[in-house]
C-alpha cells in the first residue's frame, strides 16, 4: 500500500523557493541546516537561485550560531554547584543575528 502525501510541501512551492526565508516563512522547515539541505538540492538540480553564495553564507552563519547557543546551554545545564549538587541557574545571553 502506497501513502501520498497530499499536504502542501517543498515541490507545491518549487517555482518560489530562492532563499532559507522563503523556507522558513512558507514551509515547515525550521532548522537552517535543512534549509541549507533543500537549497543545494534545488540549485544542484534547477540551477536557478542567482544569490546563491550569498545564501549559503547567510544560512551558515545562522547555523553557526544556533550551535553555539546550543553549545552554550548545554555546557551551562551540566555544570553543578559544588557546595549543594543543584543545577546552577542558566543565564541565556543576547544574540544579535544581523542579515
Known amino acids: 500500500m502506497e501513502v501520498f502525501y497530499t499536504g502542501t510541501g517543498i515541490v507545491d512551492h518549487a517555482e518560489h523557493i530562492f532563499s532559507g526565508k522563503y523556507l522558513t516563512d512558507n514551509l515547515a522547515i525550521y532548522s537552517s541546516i535543512h534549509a541549507i539541505d533543500v537549497l543545494e538540492i534545488f540549485?544542484?538540480?534547477f540551477d536557478?537561485?542567482?544569490?546563491f553564495e550569498n545564501e549559503m553564507d547567510e544560512l551558515h552563519l545562522l547555523k553557526k550560531?544556533?550551535?553555539?547557543?546550543?553549545?552554550?546551554l548545554l555546557s551551562?545545564?551540566?555544570?553543578?554547584?559544588?557546595?549543594?549538587?543543584?543545577?546552577?541557574?542558566?543565564e541565556v545571553l543576547q544574540h544579535n543575528l544581523d542579515f
Do not use: K
Open 65 to 72: 550560531h544556533y550551535t553555539e547557543m546550543e553549545i552554550y
Open 76 to 90: 551551562s545545564a551540566m555544570s553543578t554547584d559544588t557546595v549543594d549538587d543543584s543545577v546552577d541557574e542558566l
Open 48 to 51: 536557478d537561485i542567482d544569490d
Open 43 to 45: 540549485q544542484e538540480l
